[in-house]
């Protein structure tokens, strides 16, 4: 199975060249496309890949959100896996031997995520329950959280691999969020298709996590925007039904 990958850099060139150098030492031929997306403009080159990596750079004319870049990205995949990057995730080993191993075994799975640990080694908060009013309360406002759950409602987006066809079957992305919530949408809309989306433990990752919506006034304000979005939306709603007759 091969496997295109979507970087978008936002101001972050240095990061993302370091992922690319990254992609290009593991040598592996089941990357057969690499998407770099400058979504501002910006001074550098993604520089040197090897020869059987197709290097395809997207230069935007005015920014454009998560959900839109790798929409646009994924236009130009022709492999059947589609492995979305942030351009602060730096590789642990070679997570594609355990992520593509998961697809071929599994028909159901749609989207898959490696173990995302942060910078000091321990295992991030990169996988949730039902991000419900309540839960975001005890989360924001009394600083509590919760228990990840035995298997993930939803799994951030900062690292997903997805199914090509499963993909586009669903028209990638909702593109009516601008940042945020749209990596919830589309786990809650693979479920709702009766597929699956899992955490594969033998490929790791690390995140260098730089919790801007704390600390911009307009990140904050687009995090909220996208949690009334989303809770206005029946994927929801009918994601949290579906969720709730799962539970032994």
Sequence with gaps: MRVTISIVSHGQGSLARQLLDQIAALGDARVARVVVTRNIAEHWEPGTVPGNIELTVIDNAAPRGFAANHNAAFAVCDTELFWVLNPDIRLIGNPLDALVAAFANDPALALASPVVREPGGHRADFFRALPTPLDLFRRWGLG?????PAQPCWIAGMAVMVRANAFARLGGFDEGYFMYCEDFDLCARFGLAGQRIAVTDGAEVMHDA????????????NHVFSLLRMWAT????????QLATQRP
């Design 234 to 241: 029946p994927v929801f709603w009918r994601y949290g039904r």
């Design 144 to 148: 509590r959280r919760e228990p990840a």
């Design 210 to 221: 730089r919790r801007d919506s704390h600390r911009s006034p307009r990140r904050l304000a």
